[in-house]
């Protein structure tokens, strides 16, 4: 069974830094891409940021271009985003997406909360 955990969610003030992880299992980890979206209250799910499955390249959203960086562990099967000058506009739940290289089957975490408020 495929599982994805996400954690390191939480409260911040602006300015300040989290690193969110997503610790996958149940399947072959160095065949996904791995991505984090966010869902802020009253809008669409968006992508945040994506690295392809050895690691060699990521792309982000033009909003956390910066500010963010994806990183994943192939040893521990675990996905990263470190997020710094975390602004009010971030807050929202942050998802985890695994999604396989060749047949596209793709996966979702339950999502962790991040609130960026004074």
């Known amino acids: 069974q495929v599982q994805l955990v996400e954690s390191g969610g939480g409260l911040v003030q602006p300015g300040g830094s989290l690193r969110l992880s997503c610790a996958a299992s149940?399947?072959?980890?160095?065949?996904?891409?791995m991505s984090w979206y966010r869902q802020a209250p009253g809008k669409e799910r968006e992508l945040v940021a994506e690295?392809?499955?050895?690691?060699?390249?990521?792309n982000y959203a033009d909003s956390v271009k910066g500010r963010f960086t994806i990183s994943r562990d192939n040893t521990k099967t675990t996905v990263f985003l470190q997020m710094n000058s975390l602004k009010p506009e971030d807050t929202a739940v942050y998802y985890c997406?695994?999604?396989?290289?060749?047949?596209?089957?793709?996966?979702w975490g339950q999502g962790t909360q991040v609130t960026v408020s004074s």
């Open positions: 690295i392809t499955s050895v690691g060699d390249n990521a």
């Open positions: 149940g399947l072959t980890f160095t065949v996904y891409t």
């Open positions: 997406k695994a999604r396989n290289r060749y047949n596209f089957r793709t996966y």
